[in-house]
């Protein structure tokens, strides 16, 4: 406090204050999250997947690092309990963005691409944005089945 | 240089009998007329694939350009009932500047390999007879340069010598064919999008689209352009060729516990400065020249050389002295090297972190600049993925994922983009200094370590001085001597292979100095006077077509052609999505018929034949193809071959051509169309 108090007597001419932006992570942009949010559920069985398998791989989706992890547990070279996972609340809001805009359609515990949500996500898939985790995606979406996540959440193996 | 079509058949039998067109072209201005969906396009692209170029319209080898008419079934235009094809081809007669005539057919479906080419050689299409017939081959790698390839033997005929080229990977390659037809041979799929043309970018080759135009208009330049990438790459080999040079130097150095000052990273022509170069050793914890210290080194040696082996008896006292402060030194370096170790551990697990962060870096900016790309791909999807207002509330958003209202103001993509690569070019930074840092300790840490096992090896030798006879010769003195020798050797060999290197590097700075002379005598200006002379021309041709054409969206007296892209600019600046959908078409019609116009008045590689599909495009209007015939009429007119294809309402082609030289062709429905038995097979 003091020192407050002797920097305001220092500057005791007019000043304004200019506020900054905040950088924000790429991962926290609404077009990211809602694009990454497509490919994820097209990689899918019948382009739906439940919340726990959407957080699942929204999360391990995001490094490099964890994308080759998941790929060895997946592989079984690697076991359940390596893989960190987390509930990513932003995950939330991208889904709440993607119903609005009407790609997706949840039925309580599920999320599922509508058609034009299937025609978005082809457009994505054929342009070389989130190239990495799209090819992830197609990769291990459907080795990842509702169970095989189940397995994996409760450090069984499977 | 010139290549006439005279003559396209397409055939194609059926279970109900043969089918098939036949269109004869008289050479000159030609308008091809039909309605809508009625096989013009098939007929023109026919042409393409009889000579083998169906690669201009995609990369993806063996896909046939051709409509299903052709490739699987025949629609009766009479009874409207389908036919399967059982075996169809296509053929053309093409004529050369010499007048000699050739006819190509090649099979479309059969039990023949698609990628055979037959040729006769003379008018089978218009005069009939037999004439001799070989086999060609197209697709195939060696079309284009052997013996058997069509397109050898097509630009033979063409009189067209194609030079090589450079691609991407550095290595040598013939202008193809392919590059240079979509220049005069505008087909509806894709040669509308671009000005000059759609030149397929498959082969890699180098500014394929400047090479082609040059190559085209026989511009001068062509040959100068070709050094300079010729230069270019051979500079960039050197530049390598230096840095591993470099390296291997460093290797030199660094294995023998020395370092190199002066030497410079990047090519010079200044041999001297390589010259001035030099080695440092690290001697009682300070680096100095290393010539020195070899002079001070073998000074040494010779002195002890000169020297009788003493006794033990008279070194005892000298002996014990030196024991006490060996064993000090060794203790005082031990603890040196304790600390160069640990700072050593520091500094990599800082490297580690920092390339971490780098990591996460490029990670985020390539989130970024995915959540860039997605902005504009947002509008070719339907809605948009990352918008300013909410979908629901219409509230205006911040383009974030986190509660609303969570962050004051939120960067934009492009200043957040901007960040990121200010963080990572820091961090960069950074960790190259790290490096340097490891290098630097780990030079230290070799150098103390082998001062540690010299003094080790001497305290050694003295204290067996310390316990033998009084009259046994002194190991100590053995050991000093053998110890300079070895040493003496060791830095002289290093020495030794330095110096070679660097008379390497000298070499490079030779080269180096001649490649940099070669490239200043290239002269400034790409363009020579009768270049020039033909841009000046083009771009005249153009301008006073756009008059004839009602080109509105500016004046064309402001257009020019850029000397560097020879595309049309205006005020210097390319012409891209300010002009109407409409003038874009104009300006293609006067950019491709204006090459042709040049090419009547002076000398130039085009083969004086121009062929156009749908040039209306559904969006210039019927005064502006009015004055497209017109103005093809008065180039075909001193003698080039012009063929436009058409479905515009016959009356007013009819009334636009009233007057001119041309031959009309009316199609009332489909082209291919059932023939009787008189037609040929």
């Known amino acids: 406090m003091a020192s407050i108090n002797i920097l305001r007597d220092i500057y005791s001419g007019n000043f304004t204050v200019t506020e900054r932006p905040t950088p924000v992570a790429g991962d926290m942009r609404i077009g990211w999250g809602q694009s990454l949010l497509l ?46 996972i987390r509930v990513e609340p932003w995950i939330n809001r991208a889904a709440a963005f993607a119903i609005a805009n009407g790609y997706v359609s949840t039925s309580g515990k599920q999320l599922q691409l509508t058609e034009s949500g299937k025609k978005a996500a082809a457009a994505l898939q054929r342009e070389e944005v989130l190239a990495e985790e799209r090819d992830f995606l197609q990769a291990v979406g459907k080795l990842a089945t509702e169970q095989v996540v189940e397995h994996i959440m409760k450090m069984e193996d499977f | 240089m010139s290549l006439s079509v005279r003559h396209i058949r397409l055939r194609a039998n059926t279970s109900a009998g043969l089918y098939g067109t036949d269109i004869d072209l008289d050479g000159g201005f ?40 052709m490739r699987t079934h025949v629609e009766d235009p009479d009874t409207e009932q389908q036919h ?90 013939l202008l193809y064919i392919e590059t240079l037809f979509p220049l005069f041979f505008v087909e509806q799929k894709i040669g509308w999008t671009t000005i000059p043309a759609a030149i397929p970018t498959q082969f890699q080759i180098r500014d394929v689209h400047r090479r082609s135009i040059e190559y085209l208009m026989g511009f001068d330049t062509h040959e100068i352009e070709l050094k300079r990438q010729d230069l270019d790459l051979k500079i960039n080999a050197l530049r390598q060729e230096w840095t591993s040079t470099i390296a291997s130097i460093e290797a030199i150095a660094g294995a023998a516990g020395l370092r190199v000052l002066g030497l410079p990273k990047a090519p010079t022509s200044m041999g001297d400065d390589v010259k001035a170069s030099f080695l440092q050793v690290f001697v009682d914890g300070k680096w100095s020249n290393l010539d020195q210290h070899l002079a001070a080194l073998r000074e040494e040696l010779a002195k002890l050389q000169d020297q009788d082996i003493p006794e033990v008896e008279g070194l005892a006292e000298e002996a014990r002295l030196a024991v006490d402060q060996l064993n000090r030194e060794i203790q005082h370096l ?102 340097a840092a490891i290098h630097g300790l780990d030079l230290e840490l070799l150098n103390t370590g082998e001062e ?43 020495r030794a292979r330095f110096e070679q290197q660097i008379v390497r590097l000298c070499e490079h700075a030779e080269t180096w100095t001649k490649l940099l002379e070669d490239k200043t005598n290239l002269p400034d200006d790409r363009l020579s006077a009768s270049d020039k002379d033909k841009l000046n021309m083009l771009e005249a041709s153009i301008r006073s077509q756009l008059g004839a054409y009602q080109f509105i969206t500016f004046s064309p007296a402001a257009l020019t052609v850029s000397q560097d892209t020879y595309r049309p600019e205006k005020e210097g600046f390319e012409i891209g999505f300010e002009l109407s959908a409409s003038d874009t078409i104009r300006l293609k019609w006067a950019y491709q018929l204006g090459l042709l116009d040049v090419a009547m008045s002076s000398d130039t590689n085009h083969p004086r034949f121009l062929v156009m599909d749908e040039p209306r495009q559904q969006e210039a209007a019927e005064l502006s193809v009015a004055g497209l015939f017109s103005e093809a009429a008065r180039v075909a007119g001193m003698g080039a071959q012009i063929l436009i294809a058409t479905s515009e309402r016959l009356e007013s082609v009819e009334a636009a051509l009233r007057d001119k030289q041309c031959q009309l062709i009316r199609f009332d429905g489909r082209l291919v169309r059932r023939l009787d038995e008189t037609a040929a097979p």
């Open chain 1, 39 to 84: 490919l994820l559920l097209a990689s899918s069985r019948s382009q739906k997947c439940s919340l726990q398998k959407v957080h699942f791989l929204a999360h391990l989706s995001r490094t490099a690092a964890s994308r080759q992890l998941t790929r060895d547990v997946l592989a079984r070279t690697k076991e359940p309990k390596d893989l960190s």
């Open chain 2, 30 to 69: 030609t308008v091809l007329h039909a309605p809508n969906t009625s096989g013009k396009s098939t007929v023109l692209h026919a042409v393409l694939y009889a000579l083998g170029l169906e690669q201009m319209l995609s990369p993806k080898r063996g896909r046939i350009p051709l409509s299903f008419t």
């Open chain 2, 84 to 173: 399967a094809i059982i075996e169809s081809y296509v053929a053309v007669e093409i004529e050369n500047a010499a007048g000699e005539r050739l006819t190509v057919k090649r099979y479309v479906k059969a039990d023949i390999d698609r990628k055979l080419v037959q040729v006769a050689r003379g008018p089978q299409l218009t005069a009939g007879g037999q004439y001799e017939r070989r086999d060609y081959f197209v697709l195939d790698p060696g079309a284009a340069q052997r013996e058997i390839g069509f397109h050898h033997m097509l630009a033979r005929f063409m009189d067209w010598d194609l030079p090589i080229v450079k691609r991407y990977d550095g290595k040598d390659c």
């Open chain 2, 334 to 435: 031990n603890g040196l090297r304790n600390e160069l170790f640990r700072e050593r551990q520091a500094e990599t697990v800082q490297l580690a972190s920092t390339q971490r962060r780098i990591e996460h870096l490029k990670e985020d900016l390539q989130k970024h600049k995915d959540a860039k790309k997605l902005k504009t791909l947002g509008s070719t999807i339907g809605r948009d993925l990352s918008p300013h207002h909410c979908p629901t509330c219409d509230q205006l958003l911040d383009d974030v994922l986190l509660p609303q209202g969570t962050i004051e103001a939120v960067m934009t993509l492009d200043e957040n983009i901007e960040y990121i690569d200010a963080q990572r070019r820091t961090f960069e930074r950074l960790a190259n200094r790290s490096v």
């Open chain 2, 452 to 494: 540690l096992r010299q003094k080790t090896i001497r305290l050694r030798a003295l204290k067996t001085d310390l316990i033998a006879p009084s009259h046994a010769a002194s190991a100590s003195f053995i050991e000093e001597k053998l110890r300079i020798e070895h040493r003496v050797e060791l830095l002289s060999g290093s």
